[in-house]
Nanobody, 129 residues
Framework: QLQLVESGGGLMHPGGSLRLSCAIS????????IGWFRQAPGKEREGISC????????KYAESVKGRFTITRDNGKNMVYLQMDSLKPEDTAVYYC??????????????????????WGQGIQVTVSS
């Protein structure tokens, strides 16, 4: 079955770093765009980064630009989110999500969560001193 499983979250002090991983099974990653989303208590879901099938199109939310880096390894069916210079406001549940993209299309968007068909279970990231 189609599954996405996040790992690498936890507790980190402000200014520290974490790397989230998303392991994908049940389909070939080289046909799917990937997005990372987060949701803090009492707030709406926020798209923070996405990457197209071939990695040629990458986007970041202004709230994380310059601090977070998204990468993908299609051969290993893995996607990563490197989070540096963490701030308390980064505290949230983080989700990876994927959606099928037609061959040759390098689509990626942050404001279209409804287009992402498959979602991981989410993982907690807490930034606190």
């Amino acid at each position: 079955q189609l599954q996405l499983v996040e790992s690498g979250g936890g507790l980190m002090h402000p200014g520290g770093s974490l790397r989230l991983s998303c392991a994908i099974s049940g389909f070939s990653l080289d046909k799917y765009a990937i997005g990372w989303f987060r949701q803090a208590p009492g707030k709406e879901r926020e798209g923070i980064s996405c990457i197209s099938v071939s990695g040629v199109n990458i986007k970041y939310a202004e709230s994380v630009k310059g601090r977070f880096t998204i990468t993908r390894d299609n051969g290993k069916n893995m996607v990563y989110l490197q989070m540096d210079s963490l701030k308390p406001e980064d505290t949230a549940v983080y989700y990876c999500a994927s959606t099928f993209v037609a061959d040759g299309i390098n689509w990626c968007a942050l404001r279209t969560a409804e287009l992402f068909e498959y979602w991981g279970q989410g993982i907690q990231v807490t930034v606190s001193s």
